[in-house]
DNA sequence: CCTGCATTTGGAAAATGGCTACGTATCGGG
DNA sequence: CCCGATACGTAGCCATTTTCCAAATGCAGG
């Protein structure tokens, strides 16, 4: 309903110019990383950058327009999750396995996230909002079962995807060690005595 | 023998303007983090950015430049945590708390420091290779004790101790997500069933 | 003390990036 | 087909890092 309304006082032109700004920029992000620039966007859509910004007023809300699209994927993981396992504690691992590759799909994506959970009105606050109340779902569940260190949270988890995926991200020659790193995660450096 | 050298062809309003900057520097990034702008930091030393530049080509070098000092100190704890500490576990723990507040001595450090490690010529690089080095020597001495996973080497626990200081640093109102995220650094989400 | 010259300096400017003001072109209903 | 509402692009602002070059300045030797 709201997007009938959207839609029909919207001109063809500004939808069209819409879909084609999306469509580069999840182009330029995933070949180029999240630095490319607002301008290079504008510029591969055959726009200027003002129209760019009257579509999306900044990067951020540009970025959280694709981020929703991945959403809906990862609504979909959860269910399959859901569905698949039945040990809390699995379930709870390839959740955050899943939220580890979602932080991954654009390079450099790690920064604008923690970014925006500290400043107070980003467009992407709200996803990851979802994303976090989606991870408490799945970690109360491991707690409940004993599985996971009672004293987290979902954002203490989010959190640590997030530290893992920015440290873990671009630049790391040595693949293997990302895999290492999710393992720290999980299992910490120590071994208790 | 070298210094005396450098000191005698160095004129003594560049010597002097050096540790100017340098102090400068020092009191800018610990109240603004290293965000601030080359320019405030010439502009607070009384000189234009060009004379900031001939002494450090670039920011990364004057921050390598005070990141030395700073590595005295941790050289210093390294030795009295191994003059203290029998237990080779406790010993690396305390050696990763140093490391994660050496990490926080100026605000947004995380972010040069990580770069640093995958560019090729970074002035941040060796700096970095020398905590990495001492922290070797902590997690071999744990690990042959049975008390850190034997997978891990120096370079994880830096990058570990890396990610949690980025996850931990900037803008975080909740004091205490600290204390939780190295825990969880330390011990892991999850729970080993 | 003076003087010549290498060294050092400062201001201006280039390159890049996010974002905006404003006059113009275009869409689409009547 | 026309006109107002809507969307557009140019040009430009501000900030940042970094470089260029002419002018100033310290210092060694006379």
Known sequence: ????????????????????????????????????????????????????????????????????????????????????????????????????????????????LRAAWSRSNSPLKPTCQNVIDATDIFLRAAQGAGLAQPALSGRHIFLGALAVAWAGGTGLEDHGTRAVLRDMFKNGWGIAS
Do not use: C
Not at 1 to 24: C, G
Not at 87 to 99: H, K, M, P, T, V
Not at 100 to 107: C, H, I
């Open 1 to 112: 309903m709201a997007e009938l309304s959207i839609d029909r006082r919207t001109r063809k032109d500004a939808q069209h110019n819409r879909t084609q700004i999306l469509d580069v920029a999840r182009q330029a992000f995933s070949s180029d990383g999240v630095e490319v620039s607002m301008d290079a966007i504008a510029r591969q859509s055959g726009l200027g950058s003002a129209t760019l910004y009257r579509h999306f007023p900044n990067k951020d809300a540009l970025l959280a327009a694709l981020l929703d699209e991945h959403y809906e994927d990862m609504l979909q993981k959860k269910t399959v999750i859901e569905a698949e396992e039945s040990d809390a504690g699995r379930a709870l691992e390839r959740w955050i396995d899943a939220l580890g590759d979602w932080m991954l799909v654009y390079d450099g994506l790690s920064e604008p």
